[in-house]
């Protein structure tokens, strides 16, 4: 593994217990509150504690889901809406000068200054299908999001 140190930047860190987009809701999204955390545990081989995916076996190549901060940027620009807000993409984590697309297929950490936490670049987030355009938006921006599983 080729090894180099890139500062990059924590903007938002999401944790939400449930799943306010799962199937297509006749009554539109569910109430689960998320919630922008100073920090969070996470659990290797698991994901991150209290949140929707931690643990579950359908998500086990994305417990833990990165979003470009730029990318952010650029559909909030693209659609003229400066109200929206990086909770809108459904993410957990959002990064400021991280290259998400060459962390696919490979492990990387991160140190925020409290340990190192280890994480594999599993395969590209999907966008949800009921959030809003900006989600749809996203399936076009390959450098979008980058879902990871925690490692030991």
Known sequence: MNKY????????????????????????????????VAQAELVADHGILGDRYYGVAAHYDAQITFLAWEVFIELQTAFDRPDWTPLLMRRNVVVEGMP????LGQEFELDCGEGRVLLAGMR?????????????????????????????
């Open 5 to 36: 140190t890139q500062v990059v930047t924590i903007r938002h860190l999401f944790v939400s217990p449930g799943h306010n987009y799962f199937g297509r809701p006749k009554d539109g999204p569910g109430s689960h509150p998320t919630r922008d």
């Open 124 to 152: 590209e987030c999907s966008p949800c299908v009921d959030g809003c355009d900006a989600c749809a938006r996203r399936a076009e921006m390959a450098a979008a999001a980058v879902g990871c599983a925690p490692g030991s």
């Open 100 to 103: 998400l697309n060459s962390l």
